[in-house]
RNA sequence: GGGCCCGUGGUGUAGCCUGGUUUAACACGCCUGCCUGUCACGCAGGAGACCGAGGGUUCAAAUCCCUUCGGGCCCGCCA
């Protein structure tokens, strides 16, 4: 036995117990005559005491050195007043050991574990992982992690769903992101693919009659790295059978609710404070709104500076770059950027290199002060067109409006953008509040213009909206037009999830495969199991799937999703631990008949 | 595929722009010694980097230029 208690549970109703106790040198305190401790294991910190009532011991615990393994024991002992540390959890006492034992020694760790303001480049925190792990932020973050999985876990099981496993090795699927490729060793010639989601397979089981199934699993899509977005993530993901768009997003704001509530506690202590309860339900906008307001499909709700739509005043002006852009079916819209009359020119010149970057062709602004309208564009305007402008803005003396003119996806884009950088620029965003936020009425297809051809905008089994008899004739006379069954999940801007309801018709499910392009035979190769299925009564039913990592992040409060996981890789998809990927043997790629180029 | 930022003892940084008093500095860590109430203990002393790698410019390069490798953020991509 290596020890009777961990170092955090103790308090002072152990005083005068005798306990033993296992766990890292954390930091030692050495005055000579007597040595501290602070003995480390997961659950938190207790001083330890050596004192020269048993000189042998002392000798041994002055060897003792950081992240040494040692398992000691000793008496649970209450610190004089003046003594206590307020600033750990059990610093009203300590332990005077009786004996020690040296589990392990170690080198000096590259990462300073008891260094809580440092950070080590990344590169070596992903080398040595499993120091990194042990510095208290990431030992944290994995733990809360771990809650939140089992918050969203019980809440599914006592709503009935059901846990179901499904292939990790299985078939590569056109459309969407790129697929990991496993060759076979048994089936010369030929590969799996890894899962981009069990989207498939959690349908075949609502064929099935599971009726309710939930899954924590891992998701794999060979795309480039971003802070957000790693080859490999978790995702929470659930089907069932015979409900409604609402019936889904019902069950998943009971859950999140639920989940928020397991979690409060761990979720104020990561910001210092309490964070008010969410309100229900949580807010629900159509993807037309969203757009047309926040210029994106996962709007920040948590600051103002909306986009607002000035096309009707502006289609008649002088201003060419106004007037033709609306006159050609685009669109002028602005923002009122509250306060940012205090912008230097300079300031305005860099925002509008930003809007630039965005694609923007230019950005006009038009600053509101006490001397009157500033802007390189009023010249273009009569006096009487510039206040009809203010007036529609709500423009006060201190503002300053921006504007942009173009195709409408170009201006919604790069406004909603250059709206997510002033946010920031003029601290406008409460970190600590948590908007959730659903997006609705998601179109069903948008054109693609590198394939040429329409795609799928969430996934080809996604239910469209209104009479699905009359389905090619709306395809064929305005695509974009068509909506579908189909909800995204929006926390302070992120996307954190995503479903729709599915096609559960043979028929339909056809046609949609030859609106995007698939010939009969293709897609009976693709999608032929699913086709079949469909055919042997499948019930109406939809889902969603929530990304696990970039949701315990943003609770976290962390800038990245490799802080929430405990072996993440870098952005060229490397992992500086194991070193993966690798070359492997000849004689491995023999077996998988596969011969590098 | 593209844009921007970074790379200096074990770790985090300064120095670089404006090349030469730099024997490359500081903090943490590490080592030795002293210390019985510390808790980021204190005090005294010490070791440790030729500046990511390669090339170039120059009398002289951590510093300027080019190439390359690695890390980060973003665009494209991510149904």
Not at 308 to 332: C, M, Q, T, Y
């Amino acid at each position: 036995m290596y020890r009777s208690r961990s170092c955090g549970s103790l308090i002072l109703k152990d005083q005068g117990s005798e306990v033993q106790l296992a766990g890292w040198v954390h930091r030692r305190r050495d005055h000579g005559g007597l040595i501290f401790i602070d003995l480390r294991d997961r659950s938190g910190l207790i001083q330890i005491v050596f004192n020269q009532d048993n000189k042998n011991l002392h000798a041994q615990a002055e060897k003792l050195r950081s992240e040494f393994v040692i398992s000691i024991k000793g008496n649970v002992t209450k610190r004089t007043a003046e003594a206590v540390n307020k600033n750990i959890p059990t610093g009203e006492i300590e332990v005077v050991v009786t004996s020690l034992d040296v589990l392990n020694t170690s080198k000096t760790p590259p990462i300073e574990i008891a260094d809580a303001t440092t950070e080590p480049d990344e590169n070596i925190r992903l080398k040595y992982r499993y120091l990194d792990l042990r510095k208290d932020k990431m030992r944290e973050n994995l733990i809360f992690r771990h809650k939140i999985i089992k918050a969203i876990s019980d809440s599914l099981d006592a709503d009935g769903f059901l846990e179901i496993e499904t292939p990790f090795l299985t078939k590569s699927t056109p459309e969407g992101a790129r697929d990991f490729l496993v060759p076979s060793r048994v089936n010369s010639g030929k590969f799996y693919a890894l899962p981009q989601s069990p989207q498939l397979f959690k349908q075949l089981l609502m064929v099935s009659g599971m009726e309710k199934y939930f899954q924590i699993v891992r998701c794999f899509r060979d795309e480039d790295l971003r802070a957000d977005r790693q080859p490999e993530f978790t995702q929470a993901d659930i089907e069932m059978s015979f409900c409604s768009e609402k019936d889904v997003m019902d069950m998943i704001e009971k859950m999140m609710t639920e989940t928020m509530q397991a979690l409060e506690k761990d979720i104020d202590q990561y910001r210092g404070k309490k964070i008010p309860k969410l309100a229900l339900p949580f807010p629900r906008m159509s993807w037309d709104e969203a757009m047309e307001r926040y210029g994106t499909d996962k709007p920040d709700t948590r600051f103002g500076l909306e986009l607002v739509n000035i096309s009707d005043l502006v289609k008649e002006v002088g201003f060419k770059v106004f007037s033709g852009a609306v006159k050609s079916g685009g669109v002028v819209k602005s923002i009122n950027v509250k306060g940012g009359a205090k912008f230097s020119r300079a300031e305005m010149d860099k925002l509008e290199a930003q809007a630039k970057q965005f694609g923007a062709k230019g950005l006009a602004w038009l600053a509101i002060t006490e001397e009157g309208l500033k802007s390189p564009i009023a010249k273009f305007f009569k006096p009487e067109e510039l206040e009809a402008i203010v007036k529609l803005m709500k423009g006060e003396v201190g503002d300053t409006l921006i504007f942009g003119a173009d195709k409408t996806d170009i201006v919604n884009d790069v406004l909603g953008r250059i709206r997510l950088e002033l946010g920031e620029k003029l601290d406008l965003i409460d970190k600590d509040s948590f908007h959730f936020l659903w997006i609705t009425d998601f179109p069903l297809f948008e054109y693609s213009e590198t394939e040429k051809r329409w795609v799928s905008r969430h996934h080809p089994f996604t239910a469209p909206h209104g009479n699905w008899a009359d389905l090619e004739e709306r395809f064929a006379k305005d695509p974009a037009s068509i909506k579908a069954q189909a909800y995204d999940f929006v926390l302070n801007g992120s996307e954190i999830g995503g479903g729709s309801i599915r096609i559960h018709d043979m028929n339909i499910q056809r046609k949609v495969f030859k609106m995007l392009g698939f010939a009969e035979e293709e897609a009976r190769r693709r999608f032929g199991f699913l086709l079949d299925a469909l055919e042997y009564g499948a019930p109406p039913h939809g889902g969603i799937a929530l990304g696990i990592d970039r949701l315990v992040m943003l609770l976290a409060g962390m800038d990245s999703i490799r802080d929430v996981i405990a072996f993440p890789k870098t952005q060229s998809a490397f992992c500086p631990l194991t070193g993966a990927p690798d070359v492997v043997d000849d004689k491995q790629l023999k077996e998988l008949h596969i011969k590098l180029a």
